[in-house]
Antibody, heavy 128, light 108 residues
Framework: EVQLVESGGGWVQPGGSLRLSCAAS????????MNWVRQAPGKGLEWVAN????????YYVDSVKGRFTISRDNAKNSLYLQMNSLRAEDTAVYYC?????????????????????WGQGALVTVSS | EVVLTQSPATLSLSPGERATLSCRAS??????LAWYQHKPGQSPRLLIY???NRATGIPARFSGSGSGTDFTLTISSLEPEDFAVYYC??????????FGQGTKLEIK
């Protein structure tokens, strides 16, 4: 059974930093693209970032570029999101999300782009 | 960025009724559209991928259809556990992947 367990959420003042972690189990972590998706209070879902199996490719939504960094440690089956220069509008539940199985060619593995397993979420509150 | 517009915002139905939820894309996403169910206090769950394929373990009462810009999620006969918020999501034009704003399916 796939399990994704987020940690590291909490309260931080505007301009501050926070690092989210996600511990993965029940699947071959190094075979999967991974994502962070967030949901602000009373709002819908918003994709934040993803990272390729080996960490060589990373993509972000425009609103977090230059402030957030996604990373992974395949030896520890862990995904991370370093969040700097936090703003009130970053307040949300952050989900660690596994991509559906990739489409791989001889040259690369492309993300499926739909999300077949989700963690329980970590609440990040940015407020003074 | 592809904008997904879901309708209606809220749908009030009774158990046993048929539910039809719509998702319209601002440009063609071919068949690269997924549907998710999200209940309060739980994580979202993948229901449908590539417009019409049920994800593992999803009951047959859930079905998806459409291509291009217009998509539909149908629940043939509502069970009490189906009342939730439903989101569509596209994966053809990324980054970013984008979601619709959601349809809340509530008990009438």
């Amino acid at each position: 059974e796939v399990q994704l367990v987020e940690s590291g959420g909490g309260w931080v003042q505007p301009g501050g930093s926070l690092r989210l972690s996600c511990a993965a189990s029940g699947f071959t972590f190094s075979d999967s693209w991974m994502n962070w998706v967030r949901q602000a209070p009373g709002k819908g879902l918003e994709w934040v970032a993803n990272i390729k199996q080996d960490g060589s490719e990373k993509y972000y939504v425009d609103s977090v570029k230059g402030r957030f960094t996604i990373s992974r440690d395949n030896a520890k089956n862990s995904l991370y999101l370093q969040m700097n220069s936090l703003r009130a509008e970053d307040t949300a539940v952050y989900y660690c999300v596994k991509d559906s199985p990739s489409v791989c060619t001889s040259s690369s593995c492309y993300p499926a782009g739909d999300f077949d397993s989700w963690g329980q979420g970590a609440l990040v509150t940015v407020s003074s | 960025e592809v904008v997904l517009t879901q309708s209606p915002a809220t749908l009030s139905l009774s158990p046993g009724e048929r539910a039809t939820l719509s998702c319209r894309a601002s440009q063609s996403v071919s068949s690269y559209l997924a549907w998710y169910q999200h209940k309060p206090g739980q994580s979202p769950r993948l229901l449908i991928y590539d417009a019409s394929n049920r994800a593992t373990g999803i009951p047959a009462r859930f079905s998806g259809s459409g291509s291009g810009t217009d998509f539909t999620l149908t629940i043939s006969s509502l069970e009490p556990e189906d009342f939730a918020v439903y989101y569509c999501q596209q994966r053809v034009n990324w980054p970013p992947y984008t979601f619709g704003q959601g349809t809340k399916l509530e008990i009438k």
